[in-house]
Every structure is written in structure tokens, then in C-alpha cells.
T-cell receptor
Framework: GAVVSQHPSRVICKSGTSVKIECRSLDFQATTMFWYRQFPKQSLMLMATSNEGSKATYEQGVEKDKFLINHASLTLSTLTVTSAHPEDSSFYIC????????????FGDGTRLSIL | GQQLNQNPQSMFIQEGEDVSMNCTSSSIFNTWLWYKQDPGEGPVLLIALYKAGELTSNGRLTAQFGITRKDSFLNISASIPSDVGIYFCAGPNAGGTSYGKLTFGQGTILTVHP
């Protein structure tokens, strides 16, 4: 089945640090990747949609200068949390879609970000 | 925007019991997806439904796409401890496809006591 790899799985860093999270589709080409944020025991909240070779589309209320997204190839998208603060601590999850008919998006294993 | 109401929010059951959860919406969905999320991991697709009235099984899991296209249910038979996790229903945003932006239900937290 489709595999999406997300790295790192856990990050602990000091306030003010910028953190980069990678999302890779391992066995298919992902025309679109999605970035979600999830708080404990809550649903997934879509942050942005990333299309290969174009600028990401951010959901309302998500700061694009805070959460930088790059989708440079059909297998890799990155999310950079710039100048992270404790309130940015959360579980970040990516998903990838091949864009093929009736092929749902598949999710990475998530990144637990803790800002001290 | 579109919303998916998922019930129940949580369930505490004994191993071996059957489980049923559902998802409803005021909007029509053309696709229903059911995901399971284990603690500390990303969601994994369990079942995808593409046609109204469709009934699909995946091992002990069975899901149905409601005939009105506004609801779906997921059943788990003979639950086991590894069924523990959060179950999400999801559907494409209005006019979208299963590979596009999704709307998620609030999730059903399942706890199985041995």
C-alpha cells in the first residue's frame, strides 16, 4: 500500500528555534500534500494544501509566514515552523495524494513538536 | 462550511463486543472515508466508500454509505484490544474528490477492556 514517511517523529527545542518537518511519499508521486495540526483528543485541523511546484494554499487563520511550506518535488514537502514558541507545540501530520481517481490521501506518522 | 457529526464521542467496551459508530452531515458527500489513528501515529485508511448504499467489509470492519449520502456507519465485530484508538470519518469538501481536501468528524475514541 501507499507509504508516506514523516521525519522527525519527535522534536524538542527551545523557544525561538525554527523547525523543519519533512513529508515524503515513498512509493507514489504526490501531486498534492496536506499539512494538519492536531491537539490531544481532537480532530485533525487542516493548515495548508501544498501542490508541487506552486505556492501552498493556507487555511483561514494559519499564518503563512509562520508556517513555511515547500513542495519542491513530487515526493517531498516540507513544513518549517519559524521562530517556534510554546503555543506552537502540537502534533503535526502530513498526508499525500497521487491525485488519481478514487485514491484517498495517505497519512504520515506525525511529528510531535514540543517547544520549551 | 461542511461539518461531519460523529457519534459517539467515546466508547468503553469489553473485548469481544461489537462496536458501532456513525457519521452524519447536513450536506451530501460523494465519498466517505473511515480512518483509525493509534496513539502517537497518523491516521490509517480503513475503508473507502464511493457509492450511495455501498456496504464494504475489511476483516472485522464493515462500513456503509448511507442511501441519502448524508451519513455513514462503521461497525467492528468481536473487538480485540488492538482496536483501541480514535476512529475518524472523513469526506471530501464540497465538489471535491477523495484525493482533495477533506472534512473530518470529531472522532470516536474507542477503549477496549480485556
Amino acid at each position: 500500500g501507499a507509504v508516506v514517511s514523516q521525519h522527525p517523529s519527535r522534536v524538542i527545542c527551545k523557544s525561538g528555534t525554527s523547525v523543519k518537518i519533512e513529508c515524503r511519499s515513498l512509493d507514489f508521486q504526490a501531486t498534492t500534500m496536506f499539512w494538519y495540526r492536531q491537539f490531544p483528543k481532537q480532530s485533525l485541523m487542516l493548515m495548508a494544501t501544498s501542490n508541487e511546484g506552486s505556492k501552498a494554499t493556507y487555511e483561514q487563520g494559519v499564518e503563512k509566514d509562520k508556517f513555511l511550506i515547500n513542495h519542491a518535488s513530487l515526493t517531498l514537502s516540507t513544513l518549517t515552523v519559524t521562530s517556534a514558541h510554546p503555543e506552537d507545540s502540537s502534533f503535526y501530520i502530513c498526508s499525500a495524494s497521487s491525485g488519481q481517481y478514487n485514491q484517498p490521501q495517505h497519512f504520515g506518522d506525525g511529528t510531535r513538536l514540543s517547544i520549551l | 462550511g461542511q461539518q461531519l457529526n460523529q457519534n459517539p464521542q467515546s466508547m468503553f467496551i469489553q473485548e469481544g463486543e461489537d462496536v458501532s459508530m456513525n457519521c452524519t452531515s447536513s450536506s451530501i458527500f460523494n465519498t466517505w472515508l473511515w480512518y483509525k489513528q493509534d496513539p502517537g501515529e497518523g491516521p490509517v485508511l480503513l475503508i473507502a466508500l464511493y457509492k450511495a448504499g455501498e456496504l464494504t467489509s475489511n476483516g472485522r470492519l464493515t462500513a456503509q454509505f448511507g442511501i441519502t449520502r448524508k451519513d455513514s456507519f462503521l461497525n467492528i465485530s468481536a473487538s480485540i484490544p488492538s482496536d483501541v484508538g480514535i476512529y475518524f470519518c472523513a469526506g471530501p469538501n464540497a465538489g471535491g474528490t477523495s484525493y482533495g481536501k477533506l472534512t473530518f468528524g470529531q472522532g470516536t475514541i474507542l477503549t477496549v477492556h480485556p
